[in-house]
């Protein structure tokens, strides 16, 4: 039908504060053990998430008093940020990893509290992988679109 639009999903700022949230959280309990239970992958891609939505945050801001098109829409952004959902999958990889291989020693020992928590990091991890998905997908589907002209805004359905 003409004068309808497809939306997809989210907008990218809603996305990007869900993925802030997610990775924060993340990063909370894998802090409980310092790190040690993900070998500081959590950590360290904590970190290489925030620096990327502080730089999208960022270009976001001082775009927003000008007409041109959204810079997280660039190749570049869409780039970055299959990157970082690729670095989340690794996350994911190696908690799951720990998790099996600790679990067995964990139901003989009766350490189920440090199970939880690996359990816990390892949805974790998965969910903010999948978020940062979202954002590629968002970000592309953007890009093909020639960029939104607010970042916030979502298409009208209608």
Excluded at 8 to 30: D, H, K, Q, V
Excluded at 32 to 54: E, Q
Excluded at 62 to 81: H, K
Excluded at 125 to 135: P, R, V, Y
Aim: proline share 3%.
């Amino acid at each position: 039908m003409p004068g309808i639009k497809r939306a997809c999903g989210p907008p990218l700022f809603i996305l990007t504060c869900a993925s802030l949230f997610m990775s924060s959280l993340s990063f909370i309990f894998s802090m409980l053990h310092l790190g040690y239970d993900s070998f500081f992958t959590i950590p360290t891609v904590f970190g290489v998430t925030v620096v990327y939505h502080a730089t999208v945050l960022t270009m976001e801001y001082r775009n927003s008093t000008r007409l041109e098109a959204a810079p997280s829409t660039t190749l570049a952004s869409v780039v970055c940020a299959a990157v970082v959902s690729a670095l989340w999958l690794g996350a994911f990889t190696v908690i799951l990893l720990v998790s099996v291989l600790f679990g067995a020693k964990a139901i003989v020992v009766a350490e189920r509290q440090a199970l939880w928590l690996l359990v816990v990091q390892c949805l974790l991890s998965f969910t903010e992988a999948m978020i940062m998905l979202a954002i590629v997908v968002r970000t592309s589907y953007e890009r093909q679109q020639g960029g939104s002209g607010n970042w916030r805004r979502m298409e009208d359905t209608y």
